[in-house]
């Protein structure tokens, strides 16, 4: 790790309220870019604790070992390492090691913008309820783009997700929550924590700073993206085990989802009259919608005005 780099913020503030738990599991270099972005800040946690989840790659543990004898790291940073166990057992590990009222959850191939912990940290010292706080994010790798959670309360987060896994928590919360269900290894694990949290106080909401801080990768193997083909598996796990939250709030939890389901089905249409505009040959998928459109959710209404707008389609 550079000295140089981490020699420029030793003498920044230190949030003494706050330690920064970091999972790690055969991240190679990766995890020296958390370690550092975490060094960087404008206000540093006051402890890093790395929790290795049984990482086997040889260049992996040699830089985790490299990690623990480096000094020109500023702040106190210890390494856990443990049987894998899936991501939520280590996150549950280096969160009961941590000592102080607000803990920072980071993946280790993930990165957070110099002034994260300051920014979130505000939301948190302003408002006792809030539970959780985060950001938007920058994604990078194979996606280049900026995401938008809302954050929100329990009626928010019952359609989806509303906040990323890279947070500040109160870590009272997390063990009257009960922590993360160390049973989900298949994803959606921060969906059901962030639930969790959410039914544990009245008026629970969770925060979002609305400017990109974090530093999402993206991969076309990532854990994130291989737990889309087990979502309503997953989903209808949730619903079961949070069953009081979406019978509270059943109408919240269904016009939610049509909300989303709307969306999507809005960009469709748009993006079939653009390509028909443009006198340009609809995919096999758009030809099939217009054919044999979906019925009873909108579907039959977009093929009816995407029609209507263009007589001949090929």
């Not at 958390?34 to 830089?63: F, H, M, N, Y």
């Not at 269900?181 to 969906?191: N, Y």
């Not at 039914?199 to 994130?224: K, Q």
């Amino acid at each position: 790790m550079e000295s140089s780099i981490m020699d420029n913020r030793a003498e920044c503030c230190i949030a003494k309220d706050v330690e920064a738990v970091i999972t790690s599991f055969n991240q190679g270099d990766m995890i020296l870019e958390a370690v550092r972005s975490l060094c960087e800040q404008t206000v540093l946690p006051s402890k890093i604790i790395i929790v290795d989840d049984g990482s086997t790659d040889k260049t992996s543990l040699d830089i985790l070992n490299a990690i623990k004898t480096d000094t020109t790291i500023p702040i106190p940073i210890v390494v856990i390492q443990q049987p894998n166990s899936g991501v939520s057992a280590a996150r549950n590990t280096g969160i009961r090691k941590s000592e102080t009222p607000l803990v920072l959850v980071l993946d280790g191939d993930d990165k957070v913008k110099p002034s994260y912990i300051e920014q979130v940290c505000k939301l948190l010292h302003e408002n006792a309820s809030m539970v959780a706080a985060s950001s938007w994010m920058n994604t990078f790798g194979v996606l280049d783009s900026v995401i938008c959670p809302s954050g929100g309360n329990v009626n928010k987060f019952l359609s989806r997700n509303c906040c990323p896994a890279t947070h500040i928590l109160r870590r009272e919360v997390w063990e009257k929550s009960g922590g993360y269900d160390e049973s989900m290894r298949s994803g959606f694990e921060d969906w059901d924590f962030f639930l969790s949290m959410l039914e544990t106080i009245p008026n629970a909401h969770i925060g979002i700073v609305p400017e990109p801080l974090i530093d999402y990768r993206t991969a076309p193997a990532s854990s994130n993206v291989k737990s889309m083909s087990k979502r309503l598996e997953l989903m209808r796990f949730i619903i079961r085990k949070h069953n009081q939250s979406y019978q509270a709030h059943i109408e919240d939890a269904i016009l939610g989802i049509e909300t989303i389901s709307m969306f999507r089905l809005d960009g469709w249409e748009n993006e079939i009259c653009h390509t028909l505009k443009e006198k340009q040959i609809l995919s096999q998928a758009s030809k099939d919608f217009i054919k044999s459109p979906s019925y009873g959710d909108g579907g039959m209404a977009a093929a009816v005005r995407i029609v209507s707008n263009h007589q001949f389609i090929n």
